[in-house]
């Protein structure tokens, strides 16, 4: 009788237990399809704000004079008055939350006010001509979503709640692009820079659910269209040469300039952006007005239209374009304001692929544009995984996998003795100083485990 009666405890305790472990389970899925919606909402708002842009630029293109300065300057008043935390990409941020023990400090950073500012503010940007992207802050967003997750579920364990961020950070890369396998090796090489066995799970379900969200509200489509084009083995490898060493060049070089801004400018220059950060906003604006005329209007917003005609081989832009393209990337950065950085880079990675292609008749130009696409995004992040699958399935096309790689590999060498330090890795650093002074990320020598001053 006392045999029976303990079993019956027993499988009333293991009961309780699989009931609250299904209970938080269910909590975690509903989290990433959060982050889904909110990737598809953020997206339709950002197009909304494109659109309004379009129409101002078809009235006159000079009313940019006066948007692009004014946008910027709201923008940068409205980040620094109301919402700390919302600049920049939203990538360095996620990064410097795996790396804090405090939670508060994560919880600031991560709130959902913050990143429904993140949404409005990079929304603004865009209507202002800005050249910016909504992926980068989609992360941020995705990130917030389940740290907000952690926080109903009253996790005080560290390691679950930077479990939780790296599940919204790569989601929310999946969910942008709608590229799931994009979003795991992007959790894996950037965010985590390691693959844990104790996380890994919950990673991998909240990428497949945020990922079926997006399809199911805006269907399986590619973020760049289908392409057939293929690098047959020979003479048509020159490209992956040529793509590799041009992107490398470019991509660290421009990773190399953001760092270096970041971390301020020396002489009156840099005291009059400290003290007066709204009007070198609109200074920046004004010289992204300047370069959207001379452009014809091509370097605004994200530069998704612009890289996808290129892909596809429907428009043919002259090299002035990526050069253009990523002057006002840099500009658009430096201003201070909240976008991302990864839909401008892969509109100037293929910008720089057309111009390329020019120069090589014997390989399919469309391969060339993706060649260039992978190597300059891959030179950019200094992740040539995450930028190989990203390019391979935002264009549906598994056939150029390998030039792909060996493409973004050689940009990804070249970026490194350009700029050694890895550009998010380093932007993280630098907020880390800004929002906890003290903390900094794991160095890059040793990715395996986040390391911080804070203590649990």
């Given amino acids: 009788m006392a045999s029976t009666t303990g079993r019956i405890r027993h499988f ?20 990433s ?39 910027l300057a709201l ?10 935390g919302a600049q920049g990409s939203g990538i360095p941020q996620a990064i410097a939350c795996m790396h804090l023990s405090d939670h508060k400090i994560v919880d600031r950073v991560l709130s959902l006010r913050v990143a429904a500012a993140k949404v409005m503010l990079t929304c603004l940007g865009l209507l202002a001509g800005a050249s910016i992207g909504r992926e980068g802050p989609t992360v941020q967003i995705g990130a917030a979503i389940m740290n907000a997750v952690g926080r109903f579920l009253d996790m005080g364990d560290t390691v679950s709640r930077r479990a939780l961020v790296l599940t919204g950070g790569a989601a929310g890369v999946a969910a942008a692009f709608n590229t799931p396998l994009a979003g795991i090796v992007f959790g894996i090489e950037e965010l985590a820079h390691s693959f844990e066995q104790r996380t890994s799970g919950v990673m991998l379900a909240g990428v497949v659910l945020a990922g079926v969200t997006a399809i199911a509200l805006v269907g399986n489509y590619t973020y760049f269209g289908h392409t057939d084009s293929i690098v047959p083995v020979g003479v048509s490898w020159l490209a992956v040469i040529a793509c590799g060493l ?3 060049v470019t991509g660290g070089s421009f990773s190399a300039i953001l760092i270096r801004a970041s971390k301020g400018l020396p002489g009156r220059a840099g005291q009059f952006i400290s003290e007066h950060p709204v009007a070198f906003a609109a200074v920046c604006g004004l010289a992204l007005a300047l370069i959207g005329l001379a452009s014809g209007g091509m370097t605004y917003g994200t530069g998704y239209t612009q890289a996808r005609s290129i892909i596809q081989g429907e428009e043919h832009y002259p090299a002035s374009y990526f050069v253009l393209k990523l002057l006002a990337t840099i500009i658009s950065y430096c201003s201070g304001i909240p976008g991302g950085l990864f839909a401008p880079s892969l509109s100037v990675g293929a910008g720089m692929g057309g111009w390329v292609a020019q120069f090589l008749p014997h390989t399919t130009p469309g391969a060339v544009v993706l060649l260039g696409t992978v190597a300059y995004f891959s030179a950019v992040v200094q992740a040539p995984l995450t930028a190989t699958v990203i390019v391979m399935e935002m264009c549906d096309n598994q056939q150029v996998t390998l030039a792909l790689l060996s493409s973004s590999f050689l940009a990804f060498g070249v970026s490194r003795t350009i700029c050694s330090q890895p550009l998010y890795g380093a932007l993280a650093e630098r907020f880390l100083h800004t929002v906890a002074p003290g903390s900094v ?16």
Wanted: zero cysteines; charged letters at 20%; proline letters at 6%.
């Fill in 75 to 84: 923008s940068i008043w409205l980040t620094r008055t109301f919402f700390r």
């Fill in 246 to 248: 041009l992107g490398g």
């Fill in 12 to 31: 009333r305790n293991t009961a309780r237990i699989t009931t609250a472990e299904w209970r938080r389970k269910l909590i975690y899925w509903g989290g």
């Fill in 441 to 456: 990320p794991a160095p890059d020598a040793d990715r395996s485990e986040p390391k911080t001053k804070h203590t649990a």
């Fill in 33 to 71: 399809i959060a982050v889904g919606l909110a990737a598809v909402s953020f997206a339709a708002l950002a197009d909304k704000a494109a659109h309004l842009r379009n129409s101002i630029i078809a009235v006159s293109p000079w009313l940019m004079l006066i948007v692009t300065p004014g946008g």
